[in-house]
């Protein structure tokens, strides 16, 4: 029978798959930087940063995810029901409690981010709190703490770093051609050739990472629903607060294409339909609710 560690160990594993590829990504992009302008030092830059973007990443991966969002400290006199409910549900999940942040956001939604249960955070938006019941807010605090006892969220956290470093280095190559190519004979049938290709995996850097990111969001938001119900016994408040969060329609203000994946739902709301929906962090929320439903049946 699932419990809420069933994969756990599979998540380690795919952090440190992740941290590989990305890194063989960036060194790749550092190779063609360094030939294409025939400066063997930017190849040793690009393998410092990679190594330090890695460790960034695991050791400060949810502060910047918590600064991205804006969010505060939630202090236990400020928010007495909010931080019962999540010390009862971390007893219950045999889980540290998190910290707990308070997104300043009307649009509902949260998060959770650390590097392991010791040093977990679970970030909910005031709008969040306005629209659900205490049931609801069971299910959606259960959900969290899902990713926490499956170890995503260190998984989560790292490709936020790596998929906005990889952005950051396509786009910058990519203005670079602005002001003029390498010092490459232009000649150089070879050379040509290289350049092309070259350009083409620059520009398609970006479409890798979110790529993987992909691969490993939308399975993964099953995975926790799944969980928060065997958690709370009560499949249905998940399903509701599934609803009525999916119902709003505006966008966070702090959504961000590097973070959309560590939200319980789509933060840039409404729902992206043909081509687009291909490239939603989040599976739909019909058969996520679905899914539950049959659960608790």
Same mark, same amino acid.
């Given at each position: 029978?699932?419990?809420?560690?069933?994969?756990?160990?599979? =998540?380690?594993?795919?952090?440190?798959?992740?941290?590989?590829?990305?890194?063989?990504?960036?060194?790749?992009?550092?190779?063609?930087?360094?030939?294409?302008?025939?400066? @063997?030092?930017?190849?040793?830059? $690009?393998?410092?940063?990679?190594?330090?973007?890695?460790?960034?990443?695991?050791?400060?991966? %949810?502060?910047?995810?918590?600064?991205?969002?804006?969010?505060?400290?939630?202090?236990?006199?400020?928010?007495?029901?909010?931080?019962?409910?999540?010390?009862?549900?971390?007893?219950?999940?045999?889980?540290?409690?998190?910290?707990?942040?308070?997104?300043?956001?009307?649009?509902? =939604?949260?998060?959770?981010?650390?590097?392991?249960?010791?040093?977990?955070?679970?970030?909910? &938006?005031? #709008?969040?709190?306005?629209?659900?019941?205490?049931?609801?807010?069971?299910?959606?605090?259960?959900?969290? *703490?899902?990713?926490?006892?499956?170890?995503?969220?260190? *998984?989560?956290?790292?490709?936020?770093?790596?998929?906005?470093?990889?952005?950051?280095?396509?786009?910058?190559? &990519?203005?670079?051609?602005?002001?003029?190519?390498?010092?490459?004979?232009?000649?150089?049938?070879?050379?040509?050739?290289?350049?092309?290709?070259?350009?083409?995996?620059?520009?398609?850097?970006?479409?890798?990472?979110?790529?993987?990111?992909?691969?490993?969001?939308?399975?993964?938001?099953?995975?926790?629903?799944?969980?928060? $119900?065997?958690? &709370?016994?009560?499949? %249905? #408040?998940?399903?509701?607060?599934?609803?009525?969060?999916?119902?709003?329609?505006?966008?966070?203000?702090?959504?961000? =294409?590097?973070?959309?994946?560590?939200?319980?739902? =789509?933060?840039?709301?409404?729902?992206?339909?043909?081509?687009?929906?291909?490239?939603?962090?989040? @599976? @739909?929320?019909?058969?996520?609710?679905?899914?539950?439903?049959?659960?608790?049946?």
């Amino acid at each position: 029978m699932a419990t809420l560690y069933t994969h756990k160990s599979e =998540n380690i594993t795919k952090t440190w798959l992740l941290v590989g590829v990305f890194l063989a990504l960036i060194l790749g992009i550092g190779y063609f930087f360094a030939d294409y302008y025939q400066n @063997p030092g930017i190849l040793t830059i $690009a393998i410092i940063f990679s190594v330090v973007m890695n460790i960034a990443g695991y050791w400060y991966g %949810d502060k910047i995810a918590l600064s991205m969002a804006k969010a505060v400290p939630a202090t236990e006199s400020q928010y007495p029901e909010l931080h019962h409910i999540l010390e009862n549900l971390s007893i219950t999940a045999g889980l540290p409690k998190p910290k707990l942040y308070i997104i300043p956001d009307a649009a509902p =939604n949260a998060f959770a981010t650390g590097r392991n249960a010791k040093h977990a955070s679970v970030a909910v &938006t005031q #709008g969040l709190l306005q629209i659900l019941s205490r049931t609801e807010l069971e299910g959606v605090i259960a959900h969290e *703490l899902s990713h926490i006892g499956n170890r995503d969220i260190l *998984l989560m956290s790292m490709v936020a770093i790596l998929v906005g470093f990889v952005s950051i280095l396509a786009d910058m190559f &990519t203005r670079s051609l602005w002001f003029g190519g390498g010092s490459r004979d232009s000649d150089s049938k070879g050379s040509n050739v290289f350049a092309i290709v070259g350009i083409v995996f620059i520009i398609l850097s970006p479409i890798i990472a979110t790529l993987i990111q992909l691969a490993i969001s939308r399975r993964r938001e099953f995975l926790a629903d799944a969980s928060g $119900a065997l958690l &709370t016994r009560y499949p %249905d #408040g998940l399903a509701s607060a599934l609803r009525k969060i999916s119902s709003y329609s505006a966008p966070m203000k702090t959504a961000s =294409n590097a973070t959309a994946h560590m939200y319980i739902s =789509n933060p840039f709301g409404g729902v992206r339909k043909g081509l687009s929906g291909l490239f939603m962090t989040h @599976p @739909p929320v019909e058969a996520r609710i679905r899914a539950l439903t049959d659960m608790a049946l």
